[in-house]
């Protein structure tokens, strides 16, 4: 959780002011600003998801622990380096660099996936969550604040910094009782692939997601552009980041609930009415007149947000193949990079034509879809999964608690 905190909010310290950070190296045109911030907000997530199948197969390997390290210290000296982009060009080739060697946070869930009973499985993962949230509400305040105060480029030397701070922390102070289970025949990416779809519904679960990332972090990057429309002042940094810190303080405050209530009602019952609710909310977003209403908004959504993550990463737990878990969540995770890279290029491209309020009900759109994914691709599957929290028979016991006679 410590982790998750520093990792998390030293990377969101840069999302606030990315697209300042692009006028300051030289791009002025607002429809080439959208385009930009897209395209190198997105291009960390393109090679992320080429590679986050080669880091899940090596963590099954040779542990989840040293995932995290080269993941911590790689990142650690690639954020560093972006303090130092002399142009648009350079901070683009930097993103893609910082892609190939991250997955801090996919390593970190599932070391904690494999190291707790699957009874509590969603307070677990909840918890893990939470510890990540508290750092996305500090990273963009702070981030706006030292970006109003100090300039954009150092906001990327103290992210490097903290970053190195969290791998110590991981090499000192956390413990993996790794096991290696040797496979008798080795396999290829594509056979593994094959595998893991071919236990329903794991496939439909990783379009979900991407569906989420796509709709919800598609936004992100313009958030920024959509805070100086709403609210012009010189401290748009700083605005643009409360209104993201709001969203994290809400998700951190209900992500524990929600993951006690996972375990008890079941995990596709609380991703089933997150998805929903998210939806419903994502779509007066785009007609907001006031900054303030804004912010009322994203608290909202950040509270639907706390449910959606834990469930999803609990259901491709408990569905994925013994011995595979970790390539599961490489898999997983190559379609959460993927959704997070084609949501920011997709947006950016959008805002520059139909503005970014257009966004917002695409989001909406995009989310409902999500919810029809559940309902007829992954509950249904609920029924033949005996051993899952929260399924209930005879009176409400659980099938998990019951022993044979």
């Avoid at 060009?89 to 993103?95: E, G, N, Q, Y």
Wanted: hydrophobic residues 50%; charged residues 10%.
């Amino acid at each position: 959780m410590v982790c998750q905190f520093f990792v998390m909010g030293a990377m969101t310290m840069i999302i606030p002011f990315l697209p300042l950070y692009l006028q300051e190296l030289g791009v002025t045109d607002p429809q080439s600003i959208s385009r930009w911030a897209g395209v190198i907000f997105g291009a960390n997530f393109l090679t992320a998801f080429l590679f986050a199948p080669l880091w899940g197969k090596l963590a099954d390997k040779y542990g989840r622990k040293s995932m995290l390290l080269r993941s911590g210290f790689g990142m650690a000296i690639v954020i560093t380096l972006t303090g130092f982009a002399v142009g648009p060009w350079s901070l683009l080739l930097l993103r893609l660099l910082n892609g190939i060697i991250s997955g801090f946070i996919p390593a970190a869930i599932a070391l904690m996936s494999m190291s707790t009973p699957k009874k509590e499985m969603g307070h677990s993962l909840g918890m893990l969550q939470a510890g990540g949230v508290a750092g996305t509400i500090c990273g963009p305040l702070l981030g706006g604040i030292m970006a109003d105060l100090m300039g954009f480029r150092m906001i990327f030397y103290v992210t490097g910094v903290t970053i190195l701070i969290a791998a110590f922390v991981v090499l000192f102070f956390v413990d993996e009782q790794f096991v290696r289970k040797e496979e008798t025949v080795k396999t290829k990416t594509m056979q593994d692939f094959k595998k893991i779809i071919s236990t329903s519904p794991v496939l439909s679960l990783f379009f979900v997601f991407f569906i989420v990332q796509c709709a919800l972090i598609g936004i992100n990057p313009l958030l920024s552009l959509f805070v100086q429309e709403l609210s012009p002042s010189q401290n748009v940094a700083f605005y643009a980041g409360l209104a993201m810190s709001v969203m994290g303080f809400a998700n951190m405050s209900v992500s524990p609930f929600l993951g006690k209530l996972s375990d008890r009602k079941g995990h596709h019952f609380v991703l089933l009415f997150a998805l929903l609710f998210a939806a419903i909310i994502s779509f007066p977003q785009a007609f907001v007149q006031s900054y303030w209403h804004l912010l009322i908004f994203r608290f909202l959504l950040g509270i639907c947000i706390g449910g959606l993550l834990p469930a999803i990463n609990s259901l491709l737990r408990h569905f994925s193949p013994e011995g595979m878990e970790s390539r599961t969540y490489g898999f997983s995770n190559s379609f959460m990079y993927l959704g997070t890279m084609v949501g920011p290029i997709a947006g950016g491209w959008i805002a520059s034509v139909a503005g970014i309020r257009s966004l917002f009900i695409i989001s909406s759109v995009l989310l409902f879809l999500n919810v029809l994914i559940v309902k007829y691709k992954v509950i249904p599957h609920m029924k033949t999964k005996k051993d899952m929290p929260g399924t209930k028979v005879n009176k409400g016991v659980t099938i998990g608690s019951i022993k044979p006679k």
